[in-house]
């Protein structure tokens, strides 16, 4: 039972270069969303879907890009990193509204 | 948009002891309030979940309990364990986009 599988766990970039960060789920849910986790902010959502080929915004968007192609795969991508976005990224999937959120087990992502 | 504040931003008790969690959120359309437990180097897992049309809800040794009116919601660790150690968010929501608080570290002392 795979559920939220984040890749990579661990990454270090240099300012100005691009990644993306996984996720992909295997319970046919229909919302993803990705989070990222700060000390003493609690995690605030970056951009969230409601299925494939639908994609918004949440609280701290800037920066990043993502596409849902597919029910299954939710990247997350960051145009030109920047130490501000040094952080743990949770991406997590949820059946329907107002029911469990389960999430992924991150990404530490280190920006130099 | 909603906007949850948690307290206290750290806990230490006994083992054996009880532990509380206060939230208080602003939105007053959310309807959905979970609370996850994050053990170091994982992903937040929900624990219990309370909706706005009860009061209370109880699994085991934890609890959680919904004042509508005041906008305000706790979660009741009792018979604290060493295996309660672990950071506890709030979260409340009116669809799927979950809105958190800061956090709480429970550590429980044996």
């Known amino acids: 039972n795979a559920g939220v599988t984040q890749t990579p766990k661990f990454q270090v970039l240099k300012t100005g270069q691009s990644m993306t960060l996984q996720c992909a789920q295997d319970?046919?849910?229909?919302?993803m969303s990705w989070y990222r986790q700060d000390p003493g902010m609690g995690l605030r959502l970056i951009h969230y879907s409601v299925g494939a080929g639908i994609t918004d915004q949440g609280e701290v968007p800037n920066g990043y890009n993502v596409s849902r192609s597919t029910t299954e795969d939710f990247p997350l991508r960051l145009l030109s990193a920047a130490p501000s976005q040094t952080s743990v990224y949770f991406c997590?999937?949820?059946?329907?509204?107002?029911?469990?959120?389960?999430f992924g087990q991150g990404t530490r992502l280190t920006v130099v | 948009g909603e906007n949850v504040e948690q307290h206290p931003s750290t806990l230490s008790v006994q083992e054996g002891d009880s532990a509380v969690i206060k939230c208080t959120y602003s939105?007053?359309?959310?309807?959905?309030f979970p609370w996850y437990k994050q053990e170091l180097g994982k992903g937040p897992q929900l624990i219990i979940d309370i909706r706005s049309n009860v009061g209370e809800k109880k699994d085991q040794r934890i609890a959680v309990t919904l004042n509508k009116t005041a906008k305000h919601f706790s979660l009741h660790i009792t018979e604290t364990q060493p295996e309660d150690s672990a950071v506890y968010f709030c979260a409340a929501t009116s669809d799927y986009k979950l809105s958190f608080g800061a956090g709480t570290t429970v550590t429980v002392r044996a």
């Open positions: 997590a999937s949820t059946e329907r509204g107002n029911t469990e959120a389960f």
């Open positions: 939105d007053s359309a959310s309807n959905y």
């Open positions: 319970m046919n849910h229909e919302y």
